[in-house]
């Protein structure tokens, strides 16, 4: 799932490989082996015309609208990057970085009471059907997801745009003013128009101006393969579950594209992965690794790779609308019973050693701002004895058997997690393994649908991770508010809720802000809602042919410059 958080951290190397190619050219920092130090420029190079890249995919699309209520999902958005502009993205060095390609000058904050934004945009820059890119696409960001101009219109995040009264435009649509509401702040303004959709095509295909009309096209954008762009690249092929296959797009004012194809190979079992990267079927990929892929890989010549920490987590979630779930005392218990040190030590842990359970909901470990708020409530620590005593005292019967409810019920549950992937599937196997020991009947699902499983609520318990951003007031709104469209276990607080809107209010003081989301997350701690694991580790492979493919640990992804990518100039 696709979302955004904070800081710059410290980030750990496992393993890197030799690097390969022509060491003459003085610009260019071969393969991944500097990207700690250095992570805007490593592996860079001058590239020749030509060629394709064939990047591993292990989840199809969702959507084709990147915003909507399904579009908070890593794979859609990584695969729509190279189509979809945006004013800042979330840079390898895990800072908001500047399109300048799109933008003519830094954003300017010009007010702060009301908190007003000031956008100019590039006299040059145009969708792909050579209409300019103007205030007028900014604006029907602002429309559709304000949650006023169009209730009907589902978004993965409204943050933000919900506190704006008005976008206008000025100089032919090339400026863009955005002024929020009076009294109201957004600390994280440079987290607004992170994708931007064209308005002409909105407006022909439904956008009169009414909320009906507006929700029309919002749904047109969520069903509608794109024939625009307004990026380097633009949709060729889509074959549902097989490929995306992007060319570049004619009308592109940056930098032009060295490759001639860009191509997402989606394929969900993991154990593909290596042999299709050293047959040559695939060129690059960063799944979710596990402990062989990352031993096989690390023998592969040729390749350059790397794993590291950065912006996601892994995280297993409970739904609070099961019926036994609605049970603070079985949450809690269960929680209790799970041991996070153990299930990294299955996994993540065997090939990334500095592994360590993660103790916040908002902040991992090298933020500023990272606060253990759940050694507390004793989730995750692994202790049985605690957890039957909780059952105990709370009046459920056979603890440690069958787990009967106060009323005689037997407790049964479902455990979820993404088809094909090894360390998603060990770690229910641990679980329900651990939920036996209290008397716990627990089954385990796999799907090959996570959005879906999740937006339906078509799970107990699920396993996954949410991969964010430098915005971490955002992220917290997006994740934890209880209107929130990705609050998929439907998790309320009215006090944490009101720390929370509290937070990003005062956001603008980064530290007191950040406190008052820690004073949330305590509370949601308590409620037994989501157990935090750990730190996810990101790893990325590409073929060491390829220069100016670089790691992006955080939602933007590896996408963010497929301009760039290329064969090193003087290999042909």
Not at 532 to 538: D, E, I, M, T, V
Request: glycine content about 8%.
């Amino acid at each position: 799932m696709t979302v955004r958080l904070t800081a710059i951290l410290t980030v750990t190397v496992l393993a890197l490989t030799a690097c390969s190619g022509d060491d003459s050219d003085p610009n260019r920092e071969l393969g991944f082996d500097s990207c700690g130090e250095s992570p805007l420029t490593c592996n860079t190079g001058t590239t020749e015309p030509g060629g394709t890249m064939v990047f591993y995919e292990e989840q199809d699309r969702t959507t084709w609208n990147t915003v909507s209520e399904d579009g908070g999902h890593y794979a859609t958005s990584v695969m729509l990057r190279p189509l979809v502009p945006s004013v800042y993205y979330s840079g390898s060095d895990f800072k908001a970085t500047l399109n300048t390609t799109l933008m003519a000058a830094e954003p300017e904050l010009t007010a702060t009471s009301p908190q007003t934004i000031t956008y100019t945009i590039k006299p040059e820059a145009v969708w792909s059907d050579g209409v300019p890119i103007t205030a007028d696409d900014f604006a029907y960001q602002f429309r559709a997801r304000n949650t006023r101009d169009c209730p009907a219109c589902g978004s993965s995040s409204n943050a933000g745009y919900d506190l704006m009264a008005s976008v206008t435009g000025a100089d032919g649509g090339r400026t863009v003013t955005a002024t929020l509401q009076p009294g109201k702040t957004y600390p994280d303004w440079k987290d607004l128009f992170s994708t931007i959709y064209p308005a002409h095509l909105a407006k022909q295909n439904g956008d009169d101006g009414t909320p009906a009309g507006l929700a029309r096209s919002w749904e047109w954008f969520k069903a509608t393969q794109p024939a625009w762009s307004g990026g380097p690249f633009m949709i060729e092929s889509y074959a549902e579950g097989q490929e995306l296959v992007e060319v570049p797009n004619p009308r592109w004012w940056g930098t032009k594209p060295s490759l001639e194809k860009l191509i997402f190979k989606i394929v969900t079992d993991q154990s593909s992965f290596v042999p299709a990267l050293q047959n040559g079927e695939i060129n690059a990929g960063d799944p979710q690794p596990n402990f062989d892929m990352v031993t096989q890989v690390q023998n592969l010549t040729e390749v350059n790779h790397r794993v590291s920490g950065g912006l996601s987590w892994e995280h297993i979630d409970l739904n609070l609308e099961n019926t036994f779930l609605k049970d603070k005392a079985l949450r809690e218990a269960i929680f209790r019973a799970i041991d996070v040190q153990r299930i990294i030590d299955r996994t993540v842990g065997t090939f990334w050693k500095d592994a360590k359970p993660l103790l916040s909901h908002n902040f991992v470990p090298g933020s500023a701002h990272y606060k253990d708020v759940l050694s507390a409530s004793g989730a995750g620590a692994g202790d049985l004895e605690a957890a039957k005593k909780v059952l105990t005292d709370a009046g459920y019967g056979g603890v440690g058997t069958q787990l009967t409810t106060p009323a005689g019920e037997p407790v049964t549950l479902r455990f979820r997690h993404t088809e094909g992937n090894v360390n998603r599937a060990a770690t229910g196997e641990l679980v329900q393994a651990t939920l036996k020991q209290l008397g716990i009947t627990m089954s385990i699902q796999p799907t090959n649908n996570l959005n879906d499983a999740l937006s339906s609520g078509d799970f107990d318990l699920i396993v996954y991770a949410w991969v964010t951003s430098p915005f971490f007031f955002a992220i917290a709104d997006q994740l934890w508010g209880k209107d929130s469209e990705t609050n998929y276990g439907h998790w309320a607080n009215d006090q944490a809720e009101t720390l929370l809107k509290q937070g990003v209010q005062a956001g603008l003081d980064e530290a007191k802000g950040a406190e008052l989301l820690n004073q949330a997350d305590a509370l949601m701690a308590a409620d037994y809602y989501v157990l935090p694991l750990f730190q996810r580790a990101n790893f990325i492979a590409a073929q060491s042919g390829y220069v100016n493919i670089r790691p992006n640990a955080t939602v933007t992804g590896p996408t963010f410059n497929t301009e760039e990518w290329g064969h090193p100039a003087g290999t042909n």
